[in-house]
């Protein structure tokens, strides 16, 4: 019986469509004359085809819709008014109001020519010439075509400032925790736990942050303690300028300048943001490479301040997603499963400085000088800097940093080389008084260089060159001098080289990184690290990957040498198997792997090998959970030492239209709330894993990319059977730090064939709509007052509406069984 009244229903549509297209069309009142004689109805006069005769009619009245332009998406649901246009009765034009303009990225010229009617309320269509709006009640969406040559520079995933989104009010608490406990065959047993993390509050345009981190260190057996700290280390609030792409930040930051080296400070910058141009135009971020000999907690801070932490397995490690705002010296921290630590430096890369023609880029900074523990360490200073775009090929920069006892300045010429690469120069002349009113004045010379050799597959990703005389200081060996009374890493020469190179034919890559620092006062400092990786077949045996990692470390007269080979073939669609040695100057380890990754979500790794101290064994397994990233990890090591970690990383957000616990990749990074419209357990993806929605039908994305248009959607193919998706796809292009806000339409409850009745026993016409509490159309009637309708919960109030109006309500009784027996409701 239902497969019959669905075959009526489906043939009932079909005939609708064969009257549509035998109708004839009435082109001076766009709208469509239906032959009812086609359609095989028993009722042939109880008909509503009212909302088909006329093409994208829309009723007049206010709807929420999404607004799309040009086929992108640009703006969540809006409130949009239509109104019955003076010049056609028959048609209704929709009202672009003040927001909604200002969103669109018109030109400048352009929106001095718009013409504003109603009150000023809405814009004249007339002034766009070639524009199309069209709305879609179905889809609950608005479209506009306008014209490309009247809109700001697009690209395909880059809005202009006018369409950026500075999200909704929030907050959130960001964290990384990872915990290890070592059993020692000594006796001496120990725990250790790291955290650190982000707390924000979003209020408006501004972002106000602090950073946090706290360590835990317990230690039992002959030398029994506990320590332990906690630090708010930085607190600061932001917002983006947009009008001159900018970002102005007040509190404790650190001096962000291609020009001086960086050094905490107490006070206001204001700063190109570089963020904020297209993405082809952005810069560099700093990495970090090494060798892990254990399960290991690699950590980086600057000045005490971690900026990046994170668990690795055995073997070599390359940190590549650090913030591309991070200069200056890092110091980065290995501590092993086994107990051991080793730390060095990396001094971060600066390319050349160059800038586009007729561009300004600019950085302003008084504040300050301060300790780790915000404590004022200097006078008061102020700092700026520019970069100007000459031509094509030429960009000057300079700079001055000034306090009353420290004074410094820098000019600089950068050339675009063109096939050659890039190039820039710099001078930087320091002016120092000391606490014994000794003069000190001394220059720096820095030559940068970078180049992609497509032809070779390679690319110098940075060279540069830099020497100080003995008499130079910057900022922070000032401040060095006056809080310790004596002047120490007294820099003299930096060599920096960083290079690529793919061998195709070979199937081999290389990297290479070489940092050498001399000073005027100690000892150098060297940092040496190669990595090279082959592709080899061997008879039957396809895909094995070969890896070797050389590194030497000198610091602090502490000399690090190391080797890591490792040999990697498949096993399977999702594992493989290897053998790993790796060697340093008082141990080799040698191991078998074997990795597996069971899903998308979560993989494992277990090895068996031996050291000189005899057999050992680990394993380390990472799961991407829903509100969290989680590790855990185990080592063995006979007669040694027994060792077991975890590790969990993710945030919660918290705002008036909803809250999520979710995962997190960069603390404190812009995110991107979902509303599933009350509907649980609704897949959402950015552009990694998917995240369910919550019992709420809230989801947060975290690490959302700056002014860079993304896409969310969701995963069809996983939804749950009682749901239906009316749009699956949002966009937005979010402020840095911002808290974004789109909603999704969802429909949730079963799906039945109902028969409606009227007060009278008569039925609803053929074609009339049916709409659910939300406005959302979830069905539409068919002949004999039969509808197969979707979203059927209990409680739900439905309408009906024909003839241009509602005409009667319904609502879903609570037993669903009784209805589905009876199959029979009336409409009041």
């Known amino acids: 019986m239902l497969l019959t009244i669905r075959h009526k229903i489906h043939m009932g549509y079909l005939l609708l469509s064969v009257?549509?297209?035998?109708?004839?069309?009435?082109?001076?009142?766009?709208?469509?004359?239906?032959?009812?004689?086609?359609?095989?109805?028993?009722?042939?006069?109880?008909?509503?085809?009212?909302?088909?005769?006329?093409?994208?009619?829309?009723?007049?009245?206010?709807?929420?819709?999404?607004?799309?332009?040009?086929?992108?998406?640009?703006?969540?649901?809006?409130?949009?008014?239509?109104?019955?246009?003076?010049?056609?009765?028959?048609?209704?034009?929709?009202?672009?109001?003040?927001?909604?303009?200002?969103?669109?990225?018109?030109?400048?010229?352009?929106?001095?020519?718009?013409?504003?009617?109603?009150?000023?309320?809405?814009?004249?269509?007339?002034?766009?010439?070639?524009?199309?709006?069209?709305?879609?009640?179905?889809?609950?969406?608005?479209?506009?075509?306008?014209?490309?040559?009247?809109?700001?520079?697009?690209?395909?995933?880059?809005?202009?400032?006018?369409?950026?989104?500075?999200?909704?009010?929030?907050?959130?608490?960001?964290?990384?925790?990872?915990?290890?406990?070592?059993?020692?065959?000594k006796g001496d047993n120990s725990y250790t736990a790291n955290a650190n993390g982000v707390a924000g509050i979003n209020l408006g345009v501004w972002r106000i942050r602090s950073d946090w981190q706290s360590r835990l260190n317990h230690t039992s057996g002959t030398n029994n303690a506990i320590k332990s700290n906690f630090k708010w280390t930085r607190i600061f609030a932001y917002r983006a300028i947009k009008q001159i792409q900018a970002k102005l930040s007040i509190g404790e930051d650190y001096l962000n300048s291609d020009l001086f080296d960086s050094f905490r400070f107490a006070g206001i910058s204001l700063r190109s943001d570089i963020n904020m141009l297209p993405p082809n135009l952005r810069g560099y971020a700093p990495e970090v490479t090494g060798v892990a000999n254990t399960n290991a907690t690699v950590i980086i801070s600057q000045d005490g301040r971690i900026i990046y932490q994170t668990q690795v397995a055995a073997g070599a490690f390359r940190i590549q997603d650090l913030s591309d705002v991070t200069s200056g010296k890092l110091d980065v921290r290995i501590e092993e499963q086994d107990g051991t630590v080793r730390e060095f430096q990396v001094n971060t890369a600066t390319i050349p400085y160059l800038t586009r023609p007729g561009s300004v880029r600019y950085k302003f900074s008084v504040g300050q000088p301060t300790s780790f523990d915000h404590r004022s360490e200097g006078d008061l200073f102020a700092s700026s800097e520019f970069s100007w775009g000459v031509s094509n090929g030429w960009s000057l920069f300079g700079g001055s940093l000034n306090s009353q006892d420290y004074n410094a300045f820098a000019l600089g010429v950068g050339r675009d080389l063109l096939s050659l690469g890039a190039i820039s120069f710099d001078i930087t002349q320091s002016i120092a008084r000391l606490p014994n009113q000794e003069h000190?004045?001394?220059?720096?010379?820095?030559?940068?260089?970078?180049?992609?050799?497509?032809?070779?597959?390679?690319?110098?990703?940075?060279?540069?060159?830099?020497?100080?005389?003995?008499?130079?200081?910057?900022?922070?060996?000032?401040?060095?001098?006056?809080?310790?009374?004596?002047?120490?890493?007294?820099?003299?020469?930096?060599?920096?080289v960083s290079l690529n190179k793919n061998f195709t034919d070979l199937r081999l890559s290389a990297y290479l990184n070489y940092n050498h620092q001399t000073y005027w006062d100690r000892p150098d400092d060297d940092r040496y690290n190669l990595m090279l990786t082959k592709i080899v077949d061997a008879g039957s045996m396809k895909n094995i990957n070969v890896s070797l990692s050389l590194y030497r470390n000198i610091y602090n007269k502490v000399k690090d040498d190391g080797a890591y080979l490792s040999i990697s073939m498949p096993w399977s669609d999702n594992a493989n198997i290897g053998y790993s040695m790796a060697t340093n100057h008082s141990e080799v380890t040698n191991q078998v792997t074997y990795y597996n990754r069971l899903n998308n979500r979560t993989s494992y790794q277990l090895s068996a090998g031996n050291d000189r101290r005899g057999g050992m064994g680990s394993a380390y397994i990472t799961h991407d959970a829903d509100n969290a990233s989680l590790t855990a990890n185990m080592s063995y090591n006979h007669n040694n030492y027994t060792s077991f970690g975890i590790g969990a990383k993710g945030g919660f957000t918290v705002t008036p239209d909803g809250a999520d616990m979710h995962r997190v990749a960069s603390l404190g990074s812009t995110r991107l709330l979902i509303d599933t419209d009350g509907v649980a357990d609704i897949p959402v993806q950015n552009l990694g894993l998917s995240k369910r929605s919550n019992v709420f039908g809230k989801a947060v994305i975290s690490d959302i990319n700056n002014y860079y248009r993304t896409s969310t959607k969701i995963d069809l193919n996983n939804i749950p059977d009682n749901s239906e998706i009316i749009d699956s796809v949002a966009q937005a292009t979010l402020t840095e730090g911002a808290i974004g806000y789109r909603k999704f339409n969802v429909i949730s409850g079963q799906k039945m064939m109902l028969t409606i009745q009227l007060k009278d026993g008569s039925n609803p016409p053929f074609g009339a709509e049916i709409s659910n509490s939300k406005g959302i159309n979830v069905g539409i009637m068919n002949d004999n007052g039969q509808a197969y309708i979707s979203g059927i919960v209990e409680g739900e109030k439905m309408s009906i509406q024909w003839d241009g109006d509602v005409q009667c309500q319904f609502i879903i009784p609570n037993n669903l069984a009784l209805l589905e027996k009876n199959r029979l409701i009336q409409c009041k």
């Open 19 to 185: 009257a549509m297209a035998c109708s004839s069309l009435a082109i001076a009142e766009e709208s469509v004359q239906f032959n009812t004689e086609l359609l095989d109805l028993n009722d042939k006069k109880n008909i509503d085809l009212d909302k088909f005769s006329k093409a994208n009619y829309i009723m007049p009245g206010g709807y929420t819709l999404k607004i799309k332009l040009n086929n992108n998406s640009i703006l969540p649901e809006q409130k949009v008014f239509f109104f019955q246009s003076k010049e056609d009765k028959n048609k209704t034009v929709a009202c672009l109001n003040k927001e909604l303009v200002n969103n669109i990225g018109f030109k400048e010229d352009i929106i001095k020519k718009l013409i504003w009617k109603n009150n000023e309320q809405c814009v004249d269509l007339n002034s766009i010439p070639g524009t199309v709006i069209n709305g879609d009640l179905s889809t609950s969406t608005l479209s506009l075509n306008i014209p490309q040559a009247y809109l700001d520079y697009r690209t395909t995933n880059w809005d202009p400032p006018s369409a950026w989104d500075d999200g909704i009010i929030g907050a959130f608490l960001d964290y990384y925790v990872t915990a290890k406990n070592n059993h020692s065959n």
């Open 440 to 496: 000190l004045n001394g220059g720096s010379y820095r030559v940068n260089y970078s180049k992609r050799f497509e032809q070779y597959d390679s690319q110098i990703q940075f060279a540069g060159y830099r020497f100080s005389e003995r008499e130079f200081m910057s900022m922070s060996d000032y401040l060095d001098l006056k809080k310790n009374g004596s002047r120490s890493g007294n820099s003299k020469e930096l060599y920096t």
